[in-house]
């Protein structure tokens, strides 16, 4: 059991569960009320019709106050005092209410209150201002029902009197279903419009029944990428970013769209025919790629056609040398898939001012062989300065290698110890990650993409200052209650290798 203040803090919040919890239900209850008065007394229909748009948002509040409550209680080891039948009662009288007002919808679905004693019109979703009295009727684009006492009589399932309605069938238009993506980033601008406009801007929806939505598009690839976030009111905006992150790829798109502008086939005849076939490529082409939005698009068409007159050895030299190794690709991929999963590296945003060169490390005699990826920021760019020439590497900041061997042969029992991927440990500012971009695709069949390192990085001339200059402000910012670390950190550490005994 947690102490007497954290005990106190969660019976505050206990309470404030149950109040707000008990709250919600009282208002799913007066809705569920005024259904069940739809029976005998028809005047109260509009007002049901009212009420219930707020019944998903009143189930998705109590639900989330319901299990706070629960966590709360089991917090407290009270979960034998938890009120389970009354979540399935909420949803009963949820579920009665709408299907209830479903029933009259069917003859009424875009409600307009009109008073028949000349007052004033107004729409069904105005909650609370133009609820009906009587002598009343609800109009529609060609249904007129009067919904005046008396008018109205419930016969057993609660339909309308057929004298009563005046009934012209209107056209209906078919119904548009929700757009689904399975991970191509070509269809990502479609689906993001479509579904922005269909559920994201809809405000009457709550954020968890959004992500329901979202869930229920995705599929495939789309799908895996949120499958790890817990369907929340919280999260809703984190699974949607995450899906903009890795398939809003607008320049990938771009340099297909040229790619397919500069290959398009050549016409077969001198006719009207042919002649409208290359407008339709090249129209098409054309809009999409000012439809995407690329800063100095000219540019980029430019470097696109450029990049085709390079030699094709110097594109494939790589990945040639990948491709005959199958176990040294397996382990490129890994440690790239790793360096992104991790969060050490991500697509790029914006336009890199240096690209650093990689390559593997590696002994293929080894039966089980370890893969070590080399950063080269010595490699020279067009203007013949590499990032390592413009960077200062920082002062020795650790003792000699021998004075901390020598400290840890004092001890009689002795370990050894290492910081795991100590350098990656520690964040670069956004500003200067523009300054490590690299390219990288896992397969020749992809489109050649840009990342950023948003972490130190080894090949970096000032990586080993950085980080040791990170542990030792955590050992004299951090550790001045404990002075066991902050000896061992300062003094029997060797870059990212802890040497220690007793």
Known sequence: MAG???????????????????????????VHSVAVRTAEDTSVVPQLLVMVESLDQLLSSFTIE?????????????????????????????????????????YCPDQTIVSTHGGSQGSLNEVGRNVPKSDEQVITDNVTIDVSPGAIQSNNAGSLRSNSVQVIKPARLPEIPLPTFEGDIYEWITFRDRFTTSVDRREHLSDIDKFYYLVG?????????????????????????????????????????????????????????????????????????????????GDFILFSIASRCLPIYSIKLFEAQL???????????????????????SSAKSEGDYFIPHHAVYRPADIDPKIRVVFDASATSY??????????????????VVDVLLLYRVHRFAFTTDISKMYRQVSVTPLHRRYQHILWRSSPEQMLQAYELNTVTYGV??????????????????????????????????????????
């Open 4 to 30: 007497d203040e954290e005990v106190a803090r969660i019976k505050r919040l206990k309470r404030s569960c149950e109040v707000k919890r008990m709250n919600y239900m009282n208002k799913i209850r007066a």
């Open 66 to 106: 319901d299990e706070a409550l629960l966590g709360h209680l089991l917090d407290l080891e009270l979960d034998n005092e938890y009120p389970d039948k009354e979540g399935v009662e909420m949803f009963e009288l949820v579920s009665f209410a709408k299907a209830t007002a479903h029933r009259f919808m069917q």
């Open 217 to 297: 598009c995705c599929k495939g690839a789309a799908r895996d990428a949120i499958r790890g976030i817990p369907v929340s009111d919280h999260n809703y905006k984190l699974a949607w970013s995450t899906l903009e992150e890795r398939f809003n790829k607008p320049r990938l798109v771009a340099c297909s769209l040229i790619e397919k502008l500069l290959n398009a086939q050549r016409a077969s005849s001198e006719s009207l025919v042919e002649l409208n076939k290359l407008l339709v490529v090249f129209d098409e082409g054309v809009s999409l790629l000012e439809s995407l939005n690329i800063p100095n698009l």
């Open 323 to 345: 491709a005959n190794d199958p176990r040294l690709q397996r382990l490129y991929c890994d440690f790239m898939s790793e360096y992104l999963t991790l969060g050490h590296m």
């Open 383 to 400: 203007s013949g300065v590499s990032l390592n020439d413009c960077l200062l590497p920082g002062p020795k900041l650790q003792r000699d």
């Open 461 to 502: 001339n000032c990586a080993p200052y950085l980080a040791i200059k990170v542990l030792r402000s955590i050992a004299e910012q951090d550790c001045n209650g404990f002075p066991f670390l902050k000896e061992l950190y300062c003094y029997q550490t060797y870059v990212d290798d802890i040497w220690r005994g007793s």
